[in-house]
């Protein structure tokens, strides 16, 4: 089930844009949880100040 879900985040923000936290609601009925998970994920960047994340490319870095 976990990677059902976490496949469909990827899906949702393939386009490397940014996203609203609150699309996680669309996708699971965990949504804090994975917001969580998705923050020590090196393929996401979360954005708490806007409620925002999004997928990062391959080449990209993270800016704390």
């Known amino acids: 089930?976990?990677?059902?879900?976490?496949?469909?985040?990827?899906?949702?923000?393939?386009?490397?844009?940014?996203?609203?936290?609150?699309?996680?609601?669309?996708?699971?009925?965990?949504?804090?949880?994975?917001?969580e998970s998705l923050r020590r994920d090196r393929n996401f960047e979360v954005d708490g100040s806007r409620s925002r994340l999004r997928l990062l490319r391959g080449g990209e870095t993270r800016v704390a």
Not at 10 to 21: A, I, N, S
Not at 22 to 35: Q, S
């Open 1 to 35: 089930m976990r990677h059902k879900v976490y496949d469909s985040i990827v899906e949702r923000l393939g386009d490397y844009g940014w996203h609203e936290e609150r699309e996680l609601n669309e996708l699971t009925p965990y949504p804090k949880l994975w917001l």
